[in-house]
């Protein structure tokens, strides 16, 4: 069996030594590196070749890789590398590693056009000025044929691993058997669909409720297509911790199957929570665990191979044991694991890492996509971004004399647009063009200025750079998918002063920057129990029209879950205080005659203490646990670790937040919800102009904005009440527009509403 290496891959396992080095100047984006690629090649003659694609072969190693450019009349091959800032501050060790790229592509170029020399060219490309540096050596082909046979003896032992591990794990993937022996009612339909789509290569929506096993019911049929379909990794990815969690204990069941797979599974922690030393700065001569990175995490990569379950704690231990840092060893290990588990920011956001090894290394991958609801609002989160002028004025008054100028012009200039706006919040249809250039241009000296002094980085400065570079990066791609904002602040103090502003490019359908993603994949399964009505997430997320989708089977009937409408209960913000007696009531009756344990929701944290606060005061001997602003994780635990088989009372919480998805209370634990809001975001001048943004595409604006993201809420959370085919319970409705036929559609097929009065009669809501 051969093994495939990309040539990028293969030059970062044998030609990166020395420290890890990550300063604070960012690189340029994929965007920013594709378009300086573009650039760089517009400007040379016509014969010159551009993206040529060569593959070379060593034993059984197959390199393979896209030369960047090579012009036959001078014989010069060109790798092609961006960056920002001053290239004399480029590592020494970034260097070689480019030059053994080169050098790998001069040797593949050589063999494939017989020529016996050559020139290899470095062609650095500033991002911000334009301008190239071409750095020139000239190789004989035996020396570069000499070189590539180097660095493939120094990864041939690897490979040859590599080869017996993935030959083993696709025989036991297709021998592999189902853990539970028999399938759950509803989980064979979801793990059929899922097979189907990773062999007819497309993407697939599935629609299943909670409770089916939808973790194990997608991994299960990925891992058994992996070997008739040639699918190197597996992502499984997710909006919150909880998902994480139940990915690996799905995968730890597999795994203590008789036949199970010798499969590596990675878990993804973000940066902030696996760093060792926060106060310290990513390179060699701040940061112990920085410091000859590169020289010991060949070791530390062989030991992590071995461990089939590489989560935070056990990756943290081999990391810790090798004095490398957790956080850059897993990005490592990302290539040599199998099933890979993190955020879905990982695959779909702007610089994605999984996204970029995918195409960089021309894996074949398929993705799972957990409460695949949740990436709506993220993908919306990912390409949008926000300018704070008053982060700007700080910044102003302790920034060093270099850049006094650039960032008094762009406040200048800011100020000049705040004071053309009239009304304290305005959309626009462009971002004003002379504040742009305001801005590049501050950027430009604050970038200049930081790489001089890289010991002396100030946070706020930095954070300032970074914040300018996002907006400038989302500007370049504004379009009618998003939208562009003023919001004026009025200063705090009595004395009369200019008002600043904030500025905030929002995205409002996503669907332009997610279908690449979801077109580099083998196969893509978005599951969720609320992915209704299915052609607003086809539509939004940017799937193929002809995108599959399935309604699970439910295995509950309605019988187990008893949903009441209480019809004559108004939860509008502006009848919220007249609603607090009949809700207290409700709740305490449905209490008092089956004692156990129950969630209520509620639309914010204001409305939740009010009914609070009344219900204690009215029935003190009810035991109550409240949802706070922020809670940490070790919060959130204790928060359901009252939910014991054996105990009784009434959680209070927030709708949409941390426990009204994604938690899993069965039996006796939770017997009951009672859901006080219909979910809606609130009607403000953003959430308006998103909906006239929808409507101009087309759209409904209301049902897009607002209708369907409120009801995927409530539906998720009426969910944790039911979770198992033994369960029973009740969820309250409490809202008359609950009653509505566009609101009652969107509700599960298999729950039986009914419609009563349960308070004293009030007047009818409009």
Not at 122 to 151: P, W
Not at 405 to 414: A, D, H, V
Not at 473 to 480: E, H, K, L, N, V
Request: proline share 5%; glycine share 6%; charged share 25%.
């Amino acid at each position: 069996m051969d093994y495939v290496v990309a040539v990028r891959a293969l030059c970062e396992f044998t030609a990166k030594a020395g420290d890890l080095d990550v300063r604070f100047t960012p690189s340029p984006s994929a965007q920013e590196g594709v378009a300086g690629h573009t650039l760089v090649a517009s400007r040379r003659p016509d014969h010159y070749e551009s993206e040529i694609t060569l593959t070379g072969s060593y034993q059984h190693l197959r390199v393979r890789g896209r030369a960047d450019g090579y012009d036959p009349v001078t014989n010069q091959l060109e790798e092609v590398k961006t960056f920002r800032g001053h290239l004399d501050r480029m590592p020494a060790n970034h260097r070689a590693l480019h030059w053994a790229q080169a050098k790998v592509y001069g040797w593949l170029l050589c063999q494939d056009r017989g020529l016996d020399a050559i020139d290899v060219a470095l062609v650095y490309f500033d991002i911000g000025t334009q301008e190239e540096t071409v750095l020139v050596e000239t190789h004989s082909a035996d020396d570069l044929k000499a070189f590539f046979e180097l660095q493939c003896e120094r990864f041939i032992g690897w490979s040859e691993q590599e080869v017996m591990h993935r030959e083993a794990r696709d025989a036991a993937c297709g021998a592999l058997g189902f853990p539970y022996g028999d399938f759950r009612p509803g989980q064979r339909q979801l793990a059929e669909a899922v097979y189907r789509s990773a062999s007819q290569g497309c993407a697939v929506m599935a629609q299943a409720p909670t409770g089916i096993g939808k973790t194990v019911g997608t991994l299960f049929p990925l891992l058994k297509a992996c070997p008739s379909q040639g699918i190197d990794k597996v992502f499984f990815l997710t909006a919150k911790t909880s998902g994480r969690s139940m990915a690996l204990d799905a995968l730890d069941l597999i795994a203590r199957s008789d036949d199970a797979p010798p499969l590596r599974v990675l878990e993804l922690v973000a940066r902030k929570k696996a760093c060792e030393h926060p106060d310290k700065a990513c390179h060699g001569e701040a940061c112990p665990l920085a410091k000859g990175f590169y020289d010991r995490v060949a070791d530390a990569r062989a030991d992590a191979v071995s461990i089939a379950r590489l989560d935070r704690e056990s990756l943290r231990d081999i990391a810790l044991q090798h004095e490398v840092c957790p956080y850059y060893l897993s990005q490592d290990l990302a290539r040599w694991a199998d099933v890979i588990i993190g955020d879905y920011n990982y695959y779909y956001d702007s610089n994605a890492m999984l996204f970029g090894l995918t195409l960089a290394n021309q894996w074949k991958v398929s993705v799972l996509v957990d409460e695949a609801h949740n990436l709506v609002d993220r993908g919306r989160k990912m390409y949008s971004a926000e300018l704070s002028q008053a982060g700007l004025k700080d910044i102003r008054l302790y920034a060093p004399p270099t850049l006094k100028k650039p960032l008094e012009k762009l406040n200048r200039i800011w100020n000049e647009v705040n004071r053309e706006q009239t009304e304290t919040y305005t959309a626009y249809e462009a971002v004003p063009a002379k504040w742009l250039i305001a801005l590049q241009q501050a950027v430009t000296a604050v970038g200049e200025e930081l790489t001089e002094r890289p010991a002396g980085v100030d946070e706020a400065l930095q954070q300032f750079y970074f914040d300018a570079l996002r907006f400038q990066r989302i500007a370049d791609s504004f379009g009618a998918h998003s939208l562009f904002d003023i919001t004026l602040i009025e200063p705090a103090s009595a004395r009369p002063k200019a008002p600043t502003s904030v500025m905030n490019l929002r995205n409002v359908v996503p669907a332009s920057f997610l279908a690449p993603r979801f077109a580099a994949a083998r196969s893509t399964a978005l599951f969720s129990a609320t992915l209704s009505p299915h052609h607003f997430y086809q539509e939004t997320l940017g799937l193929p029209k002809a995108t599959p989708w399935i309604d699970v089977a439910s295995p509950f009937v309605a019988e187990q879950l008893s949903v009441q409408v209480v019809g004559n209960i108004s939860t509008r913000y502006q009848h919220r205080d007249r609603s607090l007696d009949p809700i207290v009531t409700l709740m305490a009756r449905q209490y008092r005659e089956r004692p156990g344990n129950y969630l209520a929701f509620f639309s914010s944290f204001d409305y939740l203490q009010k009914v609070l606060a009344l219900f204690q005061s009215r029935h003190p001997d009810i035991e109550v646990w409240a949802q706070s602003r922020g809670m940490d994780e070790a919060a959130q635990s204790g928060f359901l670790a009252r939910f014991a088989p054996d105990s009784r009372g009434i959680g209070f919480a927030v709708l949409g937040g941390s426990f009204s998805e994604g938690v899993d209370l069965p039996g006796s634990r939770l017997i009951g919800a009672f859901i006080a809001t219909l979910g809606l975001p609130q009607i403000n001048d953003v959430n308006q102009q998103m909906r006239a943004r929808v409507d101009a595409l087309g759209k409904s604006g209301y049902d897009t904005i607002y209708l369907y993201p409120g009801m995927q809420k409530v539906v998720q959370a009426a969910g944790r009440v039911i979770r198992t085919q033994t369960d029973t319970g009740v969820v309250y409705l409490i809202d008359d527009r609950f009653a509505r036929p566009e609101v009652r559609g969107l509700l599960p097929a298999w729950w039986q509403v009914q419609t009563q009065d349960h308070s004293p009669k009030e007047k009818t809501w409009t």
